[in-house]
């Protein structure tokens, strides 16, 4: 008796999915805490992307879309989730698969094999752009100058152009990319904290970058990661998951683990984070960054140099601490002909982990 | 007990990069079937070879760390509480790793 209570109890309490009342739950869904079955999962996981897109109208019919895929979790769903949904729905967007090499032996090289797999299965064209034809360095080369300390600065901003010039050569009119809801109420936080009152009106929009050449949406936005993972688990894709080699993963870190923790006790909270961050009103006398463009290559830049030429500038002067923290490594003269000639501000290692916002 | 264990997600990185683990068990003295919180003390002393905070956090998975029981979601059977039977198969999975 007592057995067959526990048998019943295992597979969830004889539960049936409370949407079709005929099959067995087999998850208990985080934004709505239902408990569903596979094939309804799939179905509510599917359709509410697509009314996302439909209600944000993040794409016009006859677009070319790039896709930033680096063989994981998010972009590999986003990948198979877009390509279903445009079928279907007949968006008529030709979609294309965009990576980025940032030369990391051990870790990119086999997450590029994976998104290589990814081109064939999804039937999706692949490009990818590597560090070291556009800046003439690899991160491999990059962590053997400057250490382990402020390589994800180099990364993340340099990641960052990569992406836009990948997309420019596809003559894309859009990026997508795969932030999901945990990333955006983590990038929320993290805003706060640091206080950066740019990136925290802008880190929650849908869409990014319309005054750009390339505008970004994240078709995600509300996907919980947990529903990510168990689409890619039940439907068996084929994704990477090793963390950088370089990653030191800290300050992201903490506030993912802060995240995780509420997640446990209100799953909510990932939601209602996110809609906080949409409401903030930041006072029409905020002094912002003006944004215009880099003097050296043209990107968007609110300085006169962008943020990846004066790392570049750094590297290859064999600078390699300039634009990151403070540049008293410098002796005055080259000081002031420095701050003459590439007139930035000094901005302390940000980025961390594969996360532009 | 036979049981299967399975790491995903980038847990495998923790037991020498194996997947799939079958496993034989005793049920603790005392108790009559084994549950779901005796398993992963059991896990945490066999299986996981460095790194132990990556899937333990307290007395329970790390949060972002997805658990099913023969493909079910532990959230729905009790969690810790889950009781296990022959054969079953118990996947861990970490949410917290790439994009």
Not at chain 1, 73 to 92: F, I
Not at chain 1, 148 to 166: E, H, S, W, Y
Not at chain 1, 217 to 245: G, H, N, Q, W
Not at chain 1, 248 to 264: C, H, M, S, T, V
């Amino acid at each position: 008796m007592a057995e067959s209570h526990a048998k019943v109890q295992k597979v969830g309490g004889g539960r049936l999915c409370c949407i079709c009342n005929e099959r067995r739950a087999a998850l208990k869904r985080p934004k709505t805490l239902e408990q569903i079955c596979r094939e309804c999962f799939f179905a509510v996981f599917e359709e509410e992307i697509h009314q996302v897109i439909v209600e944000n109208q993040l794409f016009n019919p006859g677009e070319r879309i790039a896709i930033g895929a680096s063989g994981g979790k998010d972009s590999t769903v986003l990948a198979y989730v877009l390509s279903e949904l445009n079928r279907r729905h007949d968006y008529r967007l030709d979609l294309f698969l965009l990576s980025v090499d940032e030369g990391i032996t051990g870790y990119r090289d086999d997450s590029l094999e994976t998104v290589k797999r990814n081109e064939i299965q999804y039937g999706l064209p692949l490009k990818i752009v590597s560090y070291k034809d556009l800046y003439g360095w690899t991160m491999d080369e990059i962590v053997k100058i400057i250490g382990l300390k402020n390589n994800c600065t180099f990364c993340g901003v340099f990641r960052r152009q990569a992406l836009d010039r990948g997309a420019s050569l596809l003559k894309v009119d859009k990026l997508v990319t795969g932030h999901n809801a945990d990333d955006i109420a983590e990038t929320v936080l993290l805003n706060i904290l640091r206080g950066d009152i740019a990136r925290l009106s802008r880190c929650t929009a849908i869409t990014t970058g319309e005054d750009g050449p390339i505008p970004r949406c994240k078709p995600f936005k509300y996907t919980y990661e947990k529903e990510i993972v168990m689409y890619a688990y039940f439907k068996r894709l084929d994704y990477f998951s090793t963390e950088c080699i370089y990653s030191p993963n800290a300050y992201r870190g903490f506030a993912r683990e802060f995240i995780k923790d509420l997640e446990r006790i209100r799953p909510r909270a990932i939601l209602d984070i996110i809609k906080s961050g949409e409401n903030f009103r930041i006072a029409t006398s905020t002094k912002m960054p003006e944004q215009g463009t880099c003097e050296r290559c043209g990107y968007i830049s609110s300085q006169k140099w962008c943020k990846a030429c004066v790392l570049l500038e750094g590297l290859n002067r064999g600078l390699p601490k300039l634009g990151i923290g403070r540049t008293r490594v410098l002796d005055k003269d080259q000081k002031k002909d420095l701050k003459q000639s590439i007139g930035t501000k000094s901005i302390a290692s940000k980025q961390c982990g594969s996360l532009d916002f | 007990m036979q049981l299967t264990v399975e790491f995903g997600g980038g847990l495998e990185l923790l037991c020498n990069s194996v997947k799939i683990h079958n496993i034989n068990i005793e049920t603790p003295k005392g108790a009559q079937q084994l549950a779901m919180r005796d398993l992963l003390v059991w896990v945490q002393n066999n299986l996981i070879k460095e790194r132990p905070e990556m899937f333990i956090k307290g007395d329970t998975v790390r949060p972002g760390v997805l658990v099913l029981v023969n493909d079910c979601d532990w959230e729905l059977s009790g969690q810790l509480d889950t009781t296990l039977e022959e054969k079953d198969v118990v996947v861990f999975i970490s949410t917290l790793h790439g994009g």
